[in-house]
């Protein structure tokens, strides 16, 4: 696996290495040495599927405060996803297109809000979570918050009530 720093702190951008033949392919998708030794601390306890049947579904910016924090190891393994992180402390975000093709995935560490635009049709995205899921404790803030200014490379053409409604980054951080 190949680990690539981003400019937000904890953020990483992974690529694994398949190894193929005339069967087709092979790749180590998650290695807690490899991980470690790229220094990062992960033990998934938790695994969740996200299925998407139509371009331009917005999901997110979601995440869960202390001491509910999930660190998460995100993969797109159908399709192609433009993945948004998001540093509640600062504001500041780093996107990362997540192909099934290419087998890359970003790991975000607690303290980051996280959502995705697909940018194809079947786009399923794999969470590996650090941490169980407590229902009530789910938060989020707004996709297309100025004070953010996220560079999405589409409208979205479908997303959740809850999506559309969350607070905006500013309202979570001083509130």
């Keep these: ?16 290495e398949p190894h193929l033949d005339d069967r087709g392919g092979f790749a180590r998708l998650y ?10 601390r992960f033990e998934p306890t938790q695994v969740n599927l996200s299925t ?7 999901r997110g910016l979601h995440y869960q405060n202390e001491p ?18 998001v540093d509640l402390t600062t504001g500041l975000w ?24 697909t940018l194809t049709e079947k786009a ?3 969470y590996q979570m650090g941490r169980d899921h407590v229902p ?12 953010l200014g996220i560079d999405w490379p589409a409208s979205p053409e479908l997303m959740s009530d809850t999506d559309r409604g969350w607070p905006f980054w500013r309202d979570v951080v001083d509130g």
């Design 94 to 117: 780093h996107a990362v297109e997540l192909d099934a093709e290419r087998m890359n995935a970003v790991f975000l560490p607690e303290g980051v809000a996280h959502g995705f635009l």
């Design 52 to 58: 998407n049947d139509v371009r331009h579904v917005l």
């Design 68 to 85: 509910y924090a999930e660190a998460k190891l995100v993969r797109c393994i159908r399709g192609r996803v433009w993945d948004v992180a």
């Design 31 to 40: 290695c807690p040495n490899e991980f470690e030794a790229a220094g990062i």
């Design 1 to 16: 696996m190949k680990f690539r720093e981003t400019p937000l702190e904890g953020v990483v951008e992974i690529e694994a």
């Design 124 to 126: 399923d995205v794999l």
């Design 136 to 147: 009530g404790q789910a938060r989020g803030i707004r996709w297309d918050d100025p004070d």
